[in-house]
Every structure is written in C-alpha cells, then in structure tokens.
C-alpha cells in the first residue's frame, strides 16, 4: 500500500511565506499533489491511499480512485502515518510505502525502483537531496519500526532499521529527492528540465535561471 499523507493546503508551505502569499502557497501544493497523484494512478488505484481531512485532497483521491484515510487530527505527518499504518494493518497490509505530496517530480519508475529494491524483510529509504529527510519510506513489515518525519529524519529512520535487525536498502533517486519547502528548492524546481504543472507553475512564481545557450 502507498500512503500519501496531505495536511491541509489552505494553510501549506508556511516556509515559503517570505517568498509568496498563501493563496500562492495553497495553488503550489495543490499542482504538486496533482504532478505526485499523477504517475501513482499508473501504479494502481486499489493500491493508493491519501491520508487526510483535505477538502480538496479528498476530491483528488476520489476523482483518481484512491481511497481515503481520514486524519481527523491534522497534527503532523509522523501522527497520520502511525494512525494510517495501524488502520492497513488491521486488514493485513503487509508493507507501506510512504510518499509525500511535496515531490512532484516523482515518476512511475521511481516507484518501481523502490519496490525492486526492497528486501523481502526491511525497509527502503530514499534520502532528500541534503541527506537529512526522508522524502520516500517503506517499511516490509509494516510493524519493522515508526516513522517519525520532520527535517533530520533519515538518520533516525536509518538507525531504527538497524536496531530492528533489518535490511536498509538507502536509494538515492533524484526526481525523489527534491522536496520544495524553500524558495532555494522552488527555484531548483523551476530551473530543472521538465513541463510538469508545478513546474510551469513555479517559473511563473520566480525567475528561472538562464540556460547556458541564453547566456552565450
């Protein structure tokens, strides 16, 4: 199962503040859910679940198919993945793959090269691009340990595999790594190649670097 958890957008991206007001910031989230939503219809619907009370995160999920797992609570992400994770347990789920809505660069084959390189027990970590988050976690079996997400996780995400005696495969995937909290990470979103609706988006909100060609 893929948990996607999405707190709610009208309030997102409040480290962007300095950089855009919140309408601005409630349309970015959205376009990224959308571009994350996208190549994970093409994985499976049955196999995708959004964790959220977002009005528009549940249309979303029901306009692609998705299930959804209700977070009444909209504490944090760490709360929503526990609450998610207990509740697919329950009806025998025997892996969960955790991707957040902030990655929109994401693509079909991202996913499989997770699943590919997961251990038949133990987990698959995918770093952000600074080596401190953790932009994509799955756990074989659900129970092998918490998830606790914040901006220094990967370390901790890592020694827990280790101390559950388990198989940390650490896969570094690019389009994964980029997470956009920052205006640094915006304008690396806007400067990549790619027309991805967040990115059309983003060179709208900033101004996109000079190709090579265009300064020669």
């Given at each position: 199962?893929?948990?996607?958890p999405?707190k709610d957008t ?5 480290r962007?503040?300095?950089l855009?007001d919140q309408?601005?910031r409630?349309?970015?989230a959205r376009?990224?859910?959308?571009d994350v ?5 093409e994985?499976?619907s ?5 964790v959220?009370?977002?009005s ?9 198919g ?5 977070d009444?609570?909209n504490s944090s992400?760490?709360?929503a993945?526990?609450m998610?994770s207990e509740?697919?347990?329950s009806?025998?789920?025997e892996d969960i793959l955790?991707?957040?809505?902030d990655?929109?660069l994401?693509e079909?084959?991202?996913?499989h ?6 251990p038949?027990r133990g987990?698959v970590?995918v770093?952000?691009r600074d080596q401190?988050g953790?932009n ?6 659900v129970?092998l ?7 220094d ?5 890592l020694?827990?595999a280790?101390n559950?005696?388990?198989?940390c495969?650490?896969?570094?995937l ?8 920052t205006?640094?990470d915006?304008?690396q979103?806007a ?6 609706l967040?990115q059309?988006?983003a060179?709208?909100?900033v101004?996109p670097?000079p ?5 020669a």
């Amino acid at each position: 199962m893929i948990l996607v958890p999405v707190k709610d957008t009208t309030t997102a991206k409040q480290r962007l503040a300095g950089l855009l007001d919140q309408p601005a910031r409630t349309g970015l989230a959205r376009t990224m859910l959308r571009d994350v939503l996208e190549p994970l219809s093409e994985y499976g619907s049955s196999e995708v679940a959004l964790v959220t009370r977002d009005s528009f995160a549940i249309e979303l999920a029901h306009n692609y198919g998705f299930e959804v797992i209700r977070d009444e609570a909209n504490s944090s992400e760490t709360d929503a993945i526990a609450m998610a994770s207990e509740a697919c347990l329950s009806r025998g789920v025997e892996d969960i793959l955790v991707i957040p809505g902030d990655i929109p660069l994401i693509e079909l084959d991202d996913v499989h090269s997770i699943y590919q390189s997961a251990p038949a027990r133990g987990c698959v970590l995918v770093p952000s691009r600074d080596q401190r988050g953790t932009n994509a976690a799955l756990r074989r079996p659900v129970t092998l340990f918490g998830l606790r997400f914040g901006n220094d996780s990967f370390v901790p995400h890592l020694a827990a595999a280790t101390n559950a005696g388990a198989s940390c495969i650490v896969l570094s995937l690019p389009r994964i790594a980029l997470d956009i909290d920052t205006p640094e990470d915006l304008k690396q979103l806007a400067n990549t190649p790619g027309e991805k609706l967040s990115q059309r988006l983003a060179r709208s909100l900033v101004q996109p670097e000079p190709s090579a060609a265009e300064r020669a």
